[in-house]
């Protein structure tokens, strides 16, 4: 019986709601309809946008800190062309027979 009653009050509250959108004419619903389209299509590029943005940070964010550890290890491993190296570098494999 609970479960009828909400059922009902269901339909009452549609049939409410679709009586209240038919009160319009014609012209209001359809420049009401363009105007939730304008807003939800305005709304969906600026989302878009700042969307793009976020991934160009990240994108940037991501090339730099690619160049940084690449500075760093260059600056840590770096060697002068014209300086002699220590025999301890020097890697000398044996290759068993």
């Known amino acids: 019986m609970r479960r009828l009653r909400s059922y009902v009050f269901l339909l009452t509250l549609l049939a409410v709601g679709m009586a209240f959108i038919f009160t319009f004419d014609l012209a209001r619903q359809m420049a009401a309809a363009f105007v939730i389209f304008f807003v ?3 709304a969906l590029m600026i ?3 700042i969307c793009l943005v976020v991934a160009k940070g990240v994108y940037e ?5 690619g160049a940084y550890a ?3 290890d260059s600056a840590k491993s770096f060697i002068s062309p014209d300086a ?3 025999a301890h570098r ?3 494999f044996a290759i068993p027979a």
């Open 84 to 86: 002699e190296t220590p």
């Open 47 to 49: 989302c878009l946008m």
């Open 70 to 72: 690449m500075r760093r």
């Open 40 to 42: 939800g299509y305005i």
């Open 90 to 92: 020097e890697k000398r």
């Open 61 to 65: 964010g991501a090339k730099w800190v």
